[in-house]
């Protein structure tokens, strides 16, 4: 549905935006007047969608271009485009007013100041990655529900309203799993040896080319902390993180698939010992009061609370330990 390819708008997109001495007015055939859009007019009562994407370089801003009105070729509902202002050139954010009036879309430039507790990234295109997903919670409208991004040399050959409308059963995101179906860059998955091999186990390495945000759900779970605490985490090592912006995320979830089984561990060897301290207790009062029925219950009981409060309490092994010895 999606592919990094040239298109027939390129042309026009040189001529608009200025390329070998041209004018940056767009141009307009008798054809083309009285055209309002390339969009039915009755768009009102369709629902906004929200497109996120980043560019740095005359290159890819006439690609990204390209990838906006292929995007508006093939959708219906209104739209709205959202770019990082920190990496456009002067040129390119003086062009797409004229773009958005002539294709009938909204846009916004937004940006976000890189936090001082943040290890910093000195090579640009790295910095680009890091914009693409670590600051996804604070760079949008509160007003904003979702997002998808789509990089900018990507050709959309379908209507977005399609992405947009997908089911992401409660999780925050969705991002597009590795092809694993051309045996020719069988080579070049570095995902099926060394590190990522071990990490990821038979999880699918994904990709960043193309992703669809709950903003919603990602600022309510958390996860853009999450993302910034991996990154600060990584990237103390400058070797790693290659591919910054799909590693964070593929780091991320195998690392809360972690979490969680260790978590199942520790309770299921809680449970044991708590289990063993009832049993052991019990002889151990049997032992001691030798057949007295009464003062045995009591015992008994004193021994079972003791065990619940070693199984429940919210501290480390040694500490529980500490309390049954203390209590007994």
């Known amino acids: 549905m999606f592919e990094a390819s040239s298109f027939g708008f390129f042309d026009a997109i040189k001529s608009m935006m200025g390329a070998g001495g041209a004018s940056t007015e767009p141009a307009q055939t008798e054809e083309d007047s009285g055209k309002a859009s390339l969009v039915p007019a009755s768009t009102a009562e369709l629902q906004t969608l929200h497109i996120f994407s980043v560019a ?48 009938n879309f909204n846009f916004d430039f937004v940006t976000y100041k890189w936090p001082s507790w943040l290890n910093p990234q000195s090579e640009k295109q790295r910095l680009i990655w890091a914009y693409k997903v670590l ?6 409208p509160q007003d904003v529900p979702k997002v998808i991004f ?16 997908l089911d992401l059963k409660g999780k925050p995101y969705a991002f597009v799993p590795m092809g694993d179906t051309n045996p020719d860059t069988e080579g070049f998955r570095f995902w099926k040896q060394g590190y990522w091999k071990n990490h990821l186990g038979n999880m699918p390495y994904h990709i960043s080319a193309l992703y669809v945000v709950d903003l919603v759900e990602f600022r309510r779970t958390g996860i853009g902390e999450s993302l910034r605490g ?25 690392a809360v698939v972690a979490v969680v089984a260790v978590v199942g561990v520790v309770v299921v060897v809680v449970v044991i010992v708590g289990v063993v301290v009832v049993i052991v207790g019990v002889v151990v009062v049997g032992v001691v009061v030798g057949g007295d029925g009464g003062d045995s219950g009591v015992a008994v009981v004193v021994v079972v609370v003791v065990a619940v409060v070693v199984v429940v309490a919210p501290t480390w092994s040694g500490q529980t330990l500490s309390l049954f010895v203390v209590v007994v």
């Open 56 to 103: 740095s370089g005359h290159l890819y801003e006439k690609l990204l271009g390209i990838m906006i009105l292929s995007v508006r070729n093939q959708t219906k509902n209104p739209l709205h485009f959202w770019f990082i202002d920190n990496f456009l050139s002067p040129k390119f954010k003086a062009f797409v007013p004229l773009l958005a009036e002539r294709y």
């Open 135 to 140: 600051f996804l919670d604070v760079l949008f």
């Open 150 to 165: 789509i990089d900018a040399d990507q050709v959309v050959r379908a209507d977005v309203r399609e992405l947009w409308d």
């Open 230 to 254: 991996v990154y600060n985490q990584l990237s103390r090592d400058p070797n790693s993180l290659s591919n910054l912006e799909q590693d964070k995320p593929v780091v991320a979830v195998v």
